[in-house]
């Protein structure tokens, strides 16, 4: 659980800017409960990163280089022995159309 907090202070009625105006600051406060999600292990999951990162610069008044950044993109890979290969080409290559063609004859030759 999180929680974000921004209060805006007024700076008082003796203290003026250059300008001559009074001076608002605000104050931001940032809370967690634990602190397990930005530990090395999990620093990289979940965007654990991307919301440690934002929430520092929210902090430092710096909003405008918040983001969410894309997702890595991990590309599957099916790794199969010569064996495995020689057996998943024989099954939807040569087997599969065979079974097909037979049942056609058959069902063919029954009603022939």
Request: charged content about 15%.
């Amino acid at each position: 659980m999180a929680l974000l907090a921004t209060r805006t202070l007024d700076a008082g009625t003796g203290q003026k800017s250059a300008s001559g105006a009074n001076e608002k600051k605000s104050a931001h406060l940032f809370v967690m409960n634990d602190a397990s999600f930005i530990q090395n292990a999990n620093f990289n999951s979940m965007n654990n990163r991307d919301f440690v990162l934002n929430a520092a610069n929210y902090l430092t008044e710096n909003p405008e280089v918040m983001s969410i950044r894309p997702a890595e993109q991990i590309v599957p890979t099916l790794e199969l022995s010569k064996g495995q290969l020689v057996a998943v080409f024989a099954f939807s290559v040569v087997l599969t159309p065979l079974l097909i063609a037979g049942l056609g004859a058959w069902v063919w030759w029954r009603r022939k």
